[in-house]
């Protein structure tokens, strides 16, 4: 029997090519700054997005977690979308790790404008916690794989800088952002205080996520890590497996963009399916007549695992590992539910 894994981009196995690049790495001590892999992998990922350094770490978490507390200090408060990973699913770090609160807005899918964050700035006064940080996400996994243009971030980032705010981008998955929306990597780094980019999504890495910012902050970033339990050493294997997803696992992600359309075009003739969220990147959410776990089962039973978001919303997420024909199968499974 056919399998497919769309539960999450993250399930994806190192390639032949990955692996090999791995055993190949030359190693050092990281705590020591003494590995060349891991310092090429961090230069590499700053330029490519025009800003000045990096810190590699071993989850996305970490690196949100360590740019919030770079760019606030405690009682201060951060705005971000009442969807963000940020706040719902990094087990409350904000507050845990930075004393900080949150501002959750209402965002379409996710997406916030300057128009909605402006307001939500607190006046200098000593009954309100200082606003000091606005975090988006893009693409937005909640929003179904949801983008920002540049064009849209550019008065947020206007806005930020207006009222003496930091801006941070999780940016789990900016590439799949780049690709459907055309903008350069680099144009990014004059927009953001903090970029977090997950090299174990859709780059298909078995770990790490990288932190860009200037070298001040990357310094200070360094000291939080070290205190999270983030300092690795012979880093540099896993470090390898990011460089070679940035050089061949980039380009490829369009074609996971057109496996999700595909899978979405076929679900919107579904009888069993009410709406599909209309994808623009990796994932589909989709809702369902019965509840979302009958289906699940339903799906499980062909070799199809999948997730639900809500009881009657469930959502596939296409990667490296989902090739044309598991494409093809999963297709007619939905036609013969
Ligand atoms: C996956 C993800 C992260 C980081 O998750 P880790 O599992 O800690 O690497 C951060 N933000 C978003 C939007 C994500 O989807």
Known sequence: ???????????????????????????????????????????????????????????????????????????DELIADQTAHVYRYEGGGIAFN???????????????????????????????????????????????????TLAQIKPIAQLCHDKD?????????????????????????????GISVCLSKGLGAPVGSVLLADRTTIKYARRIRKVLGGGMRQAGFLAAAGIYALDHHVERLKIDHSHAR???????????????VPVETNIVLFDTTEPADAILAKLEEKGIKANSTDTHRIRFVTHLDVHPEQVEYVVQTINSL
């Open 262 to 276: 595909i899978m979405a075009e076929a679900l919107a003739q579904a009888p069993w399916v009410t709406n599909v």
């Open 98 to 148: 930075s004393g900080v609160s949150t501002r959750l807005l209402n965002g379409y899918r996710g997406i916030l404008t300057a128009e909605m964050i402006e307001p939500e700035i607190n006046a200098e006064n000593i009954h309100y916690p200082h606003t000091s940080l606005v975090v988006l996400e893009n693409t937005v996994n909640k929003g179904g794989g949801s983008c920002y």
């Open 165 to 193: 705010l930091k801006l941070h981008l999780d940016g789990a998955r900016i590439f799949n952002a780049l690709a459907y929306t055309g903008d350069s990597a680099k144009d990014y780094g004059k927009y953001f205080d």
């Open 1 to 75: 029997m056919i399998t497919v894994d769309l539960r999450s981009d993250t399930v994806t196995k190192p390639t032949a090519g990955m692996l090999e690049a791995m055993w190949s790495a030359k190693v050092g001590d990281d705590v020591f700054g003494e590995d060349e892999t891991v310092n090429a992998l961090e230069q590499k990922a700053a330029d490519m997005f025009g800003m000045e350094a990096a810190i590699y770490c071993p989850s996305g978490t970490m690196t949100n977690q360590i740019a919030i507390k770079c760019f606030t200090q405690p009682l």
